[in-house]
């Protein structure tokens, strides 16, 4: 009799843990390649690890700033996932302090300025952004360069103190300014 019910109620009790588990809504689906495909890139600064993950869009012969991202309004900066910008000791970016840690790095893009933010929540899906969550924003000046079909996050002029990490997509760099924090 105990043979009888023993399949049931293992069934009930996995049914249970299936139904309570919280869905993410990062997971992919499938093992398809994606049309973004994802990469990363680190650099390291004096002993300060700088990473990010990323998802790459391509132009594929679209209008990019102003057209497919908006400016003036908050994009996820990449596809797919929110974009990850991790350090491992304290750092000022543009000369504002930022906490070791993994951050979600979003932008507002514009014409003439553009707002680069770190937000608190590392791990979401790319438009699931929360202001209220920032850690930090700061402003920096967008750069006319040749043409880029992926978007690609790289770092220029790395020193002990400091580095340059550079968005570059299209036709626009945007570099901002990282420096490892005082020992």
């Known amino acids: 009799m105990i043979r009888r019910f023993l399949p049931i109620g293992l069934s009930f009790l996995l049914f249970a843990l299936v139904a309570t588990a919280p869905a993410a809504a990062q997971e992919r689906g499938n093992d398809e390649p994606r049309v973004s495909p994802n990469a ?38 990449g596809a797919n996932e929110a974009t990850t910008f991790s350090v491992s000791s304290d750092v000022t970016i543009e000369g504002e302090p930022l906490s070791a840690g ?17 937000n608190d929540i590392a791990d979401q899906w790319g438009t699931n952004y929360d202001a209220s969550e920032d850690a930090l924003r700061v402003e920096v000046s967008p750069e006319s360069a040749p043409q880029r079909e992926m978007m ?32």
């Open 102 to 118: 993994t951050y979600s790095l979003y932008t507002i893009p514009g014409a003439d300025t553009w707002t680069i933010i770190f």
């Open 152 to 183: 690609t996050f790289l770092f220029e002029e790395v020193d002990d103190e400091s580095g340059t990490c550079i968005l570059h997509w299209n036709d626009v760099r945007v570099p901002f300014e990282i420096r490892v924090a005082d020992n």
């Open 40 to 77: 990363a890139v680190s650099q390291t600064i004096g002993t300060t690890e700088v990473r990010i993950t990323y998802g790459r869009p391509q132009v594929k012969g679209r209008e990019i700033f102003g057209g497919l991202v908006s400016y003036d309004e908050v994009w996820r900066t």
